[in-house]
């Protein structure tokens, strides 16, 4: 098992909608994988994008959890500890996911090596 745990801590803001992190997703998505990798993986990460987006809004504080649980079915997403939508099948999934926040087009210019414990 694997786990990517986003504690969201966004000052000044008392909310965020779901469709922002649809938008984060499908342009990190887009930017790090190969058109051969984004063909393989573009169905589920839709599948993932329509699950988050049933969350609604998550508020400074919340924690969502993105577990890759392949003895459970693949890709999961807990927010608070509850547990929404299907699991998302395929390793290459979660390895796509993962390049939005760890590859070397992050939205963010120093979030890759921020996450990774790096100076810069």
């Known amino acids: ?3 990517l745990e986003l504690r969201i801590t ?6 965020v909608s779901t469709q922002e992190f649809v938008k ?11 058109p051969t990798e984004l ?5 589920r990460v839709k599948q993932f994008n329509a699950t988050i987006s049933d969350v609604g809004r998550v508020k400074k504080g919340d924690v969502l959890a993105i577990d890759y649980l392949p003895d459970q079915g693949g890709t999961t997403l807990t927010v608070n500890g ?3 939508g299907k ?4 390793q290459d999934f979660y390895t796509a ?3 939005v926040f760890l590859g070397s087009q992050d939205s ?11 100076a810069g």
């Open 1 to 3: 098992p694997k786990r």
């Open 82 to 84: 509850k547990v929404w």
């Open 108 to 118: 963010d210019g120093r979030l890759r090596t921020r996450l990774l414990g790096q």
């Open 39 to 43: 063909a393989a993986v573009a169905e």
């Open 97 to 99: 996911f993962l390049k």
């Open 24 to 34: 984060a997703i499908n342009k990190g998505v887009a930017s790090n994988c190969s």
């Open 87 to 90: 699991p998302i099948e395929g």
């Open 10 to 15: 966004i000052p000044l803001v008392k909310d």
